[in-house]
């Protein structure tokens, strides 16, 4: 019997009195601290010292497809509505392009042992196109074997069919996501995503009837028209489902950046007390149906890989979200997409013109990223750790020779006393502990070590961090 993890204690009034701007860390530094000066011979040279490092050690693949046939009013995502199919076979050709030339820089027959498919929509491509992209990568790279690798797809479940999850199943696919957000009619009308429960259901059935071996569900609180009484049955639905994994994200309503997110009625939108109760209700629900708290807002069950490699201490975080593969070098392909590679983080360009426009010059179309020094990384591994393990232990930190721990991070400390005093750590002279009741508020933790936050002027990008 899989033991279960203590679950994350819920407190309104510290969370209340805690929420604020902060990143949430699927990199550090963020992707706000991204420079034009990085481009492609800095990321080869990334990929060159990684080889000479530790050889051909396996990478993860992330693939971006940025098409959506309708838009859902509170997406913040790189996306393109578009029903013109044309879009998407052009796009396919240029995604060839790029693969060869990633392919060039890692080396023929590369091993990939995890793959994930995001957007937009990934099922916005055919049967066929899905086909063909999956052969070229197949043609660039040494896929591990179904057993072993963990390869996943975004699914909207209104552009699929039972028969269309067993195909993706057959095609390499062997995890999958599909985005629920809630059931309630009102609430789908009022964010532009009618989606049945039935619907949902079958879609859902479908990929355990194919095999698939882990089934995530994405819910969202926080949107127009929610309420705590209306999003109950939702969580009802979902647990009586019992899907693998389930993320819980806040909404965060930030027009002034997302234009869809305009076409929200902001006095629709339910109001902080309402959005902390229903994360209490969130927590209340999944934990007492047995799943366990991973982190930030993914919960998992017990014997999911999820949970099972967070106990091991296998448990990573990347522009996906909580992985399990640790240390894995991530290559990204797509518009927008950010690849993590040794000490470096690239981001290709964010429109289709501009990645066309590189790609048509026969180069990576890298548009900007960074190249982490030793602090850097140091502190990447400080604030991985704390999202991962809720623990950091410092003989395990790469710290300068002859430099303690507490003179190192002694303003870091020092930032961490009044969380300290508010009951969320313990830190002590061989490292931190975060408590039950400050995992909910781990970005705030991990936001006392972000140097790019104290050295200088925050962006204004960041959503709250509960």
Avoid: W
């Amino acid at each position: 019997m899989i033991p279960l993890m203590p679950s994350v204690e819920f407190d309104a009034a510290l969370v209340r009195k805690l929420n604020q701007m902060g990143p949430r860390y699927t990199s550090y530094p963020t992707a706000d601290r991204f420079s034009a000066g990085f481009g492609a011979p800095q990321y080869q040279a990334a990929v060159a010292r990684l080889d000479a490092a530790g050889g051909q050690a396996p990478f993860s693949l992330y693939v971006h497809i940025p098409f959506c046939e309708s838009l859902c009013y509170y997406c913040g995502c790189n996306k393109i509505i578009t029903q013109d199919r044309g879009k998407s076979a052009e796009y396919l050709r240029y995604l060839g392009r790029e693969m060869a030339l990633q392919a060039a820089v890692l080396g023929t027959r590369r091993k990939v042992d995890q793959l994930h498919f995001g957007g937009g929509t990934p099922t916005y491509l055919s049967d066929a196109q899905m086909d063909g992209l999956l052969a070229q990568l197949r043609a660039c790279f040494d896929f591990a074997p179904d057993e072993e690798g963990e390869f996943s797809i975004e699914v909207d479940p209104r552009t699929v069919t039972p028969a269309r999850i067993a195909t993706l199943r057959r095609q390499c696919f062997n995890r999958i996501s599909l985005g629920i957000q809630d059931f309630d009619p009102a609430v789908q009308q009022a964010v532009n995503r009618i989606q049945s429960h039935q619907q949902t259901m079958e879609v859902l059935q479908a990929a355990r009837d194919s095999g698939f071996r882990s089934i995530s569900v994405d819910l969202i609180y926080g949107l127009p028209l929610q309420s705590v009484a209306s999003f109950g049955p939702t969580l009802d639905k979902v647990v009586a489902a019992r899907p693998d994994r389930i993320a819980v994200y806040n909404y965060a309503h930030m027009p002034q950046l997302f234009k869809a997110q305009r076409l929200i009625q902001a006095g629709d939108l339910p109001d902080p007390e309402a959005k902390l109760a229903m994360l209490g209700l969130c927590i209340e629900r999944l934990t007492a149906a047995g799943y366990v708290y991973i982190g930030m807002d993914h919960f998992a069950l017990p014997e999911d890989d999820l949970a099972r490699s967070q106990r091991q201490g296998r448990l990573q975080r990347n522009f996906q979200g909580y992985s399990t593969h640790a240390e894995a070098p991530l290559v990204a392909l797509g518009v927008s997409a950010i690849s993590a590679v040794g000490n470096t983080y690239a981001q290709n360009e964010k429109t289709l013109g501009d990645y066309y426009a590189r790609l048509d010059a026969g180069e990576l179309p890298i548009a900007r990223g960074i190249t982490l020094n030793d602090d850097d990384l140091l502190r990447r591994q400080v604030i991985s750790r704390l999202m991962c393990d809720f623990i950091v232990e410092y003989d395990r930190l790469p710290l300068p020779g002859g430099v303690a721990p507490q003179t190192y991070f002694a303003a870091e400390l020092q930032r961490l006393k009044v969380l300290e005093d508010d009951g969320l750590l313990c830190a002590g002279s061989r490292g931190i502990r975060v408590r039950m009741r400050g995992r909910l508020l781990i970005r705030n933790i991990c936001m006392a070590f972000d140097r790019y936050l104290h050295d200088g002027p925050q962006p204004a990008r960041y959503s709250r961090t509960i």
